[in-house]
């Protein structure tokens, strides 16, 4: 038996038997409200699925890996390859902020796992430099890739076996140094990371 599942049911068998101590000492319905047990039980439960759900968020990526263009690593059913990193083209109507250039991260996203995924590239798609600064995804310039060079965002749900092909863009300082692309393999913020080698700003 996994170990999770292990640990699941000794804190089910405890639940029980503190819920049955209870109920017999405290009285069932101590003031009229929900019997003792069954708060007992309810708020254990809670706990437990509150755990589960933080184990199922952690892995074994090593952060210290970073991967290259053109590379296709596999995590926690993700396969990602990371294209390129380009300048988007002017545009009259949309513009950087002043010493800002807009940037874009092209990318195959394929869902090798049995179940249906979901990406949100806010929460799992961030640009980092060489001095730790993050850049989230910026919409402006989203637009202007998928106009003008017809990248969309690879984002939403994932059927087992989907491939999503589009691109990420970012808004970033002129001249920005060691820029990596990390992808969350989930939506929690303990979920393991790919990490791409990008160089520096175009």
């Known amino acids: 038996m996994p170990l999770t599942a292990q640990i699941a049911l000794g804190i089910m068998e405890t639940m029980n038997r503190q819920g049955t101590r209870v109920a017999e000492h405290e009285g069932d319905r101590p003031h009229g409200g929900i019997p003792l047990a069954n708060r007992f039980r309810h708020a254990t439960l809670c706990g437990l699925l509150i755990s589960m759900w933080c184990l199922s968020c952690t892995g074994s990526s090593d952060p210290g890996i970073e ?8 995590s926690e059913g993700w396969r990602v390859t990371v294209h390129s990193l380009s300048p988007l083209p002017n545009d009259p109507y949309r513009q950087p902020s002043n010493g800002r250039v807009f940037v874009a991260v092209q990318l195959t996203l394929e869902n090798h796992s049995p179940r249906i995924r979901y990406v949100m590239p806010e929460q799992q798609m961030i640009l980092v430099d060489g001095d730790n ?6 919409r402006e310039a989203a637009v202007i ?11 939403g749900e994932f059927p087992p076996g989907a491939i999503g092909k589009g691109a990420i863009s970012y808004q970033i300082p002129i001249g920005t ?6 992808f969350h393999t989930a939506l929690c913020p303990a979920a393991p990371t790919m990490t791409f080698a990008l160089g520096d700003a175009p």
């Open 67 to 74: 991967w290259q263009l053109g590379q296709s690593p596999e």
């Open 133 to 138: 600064h993050a850049y989230a995804p910026d």
């Open 145 to 155: 890739a998928a106009r003008t060079l017809g990248w969309l965002i690879p984002e």
């Open 177 to 182: 140094k060691d820029l990596r692309w990390v």
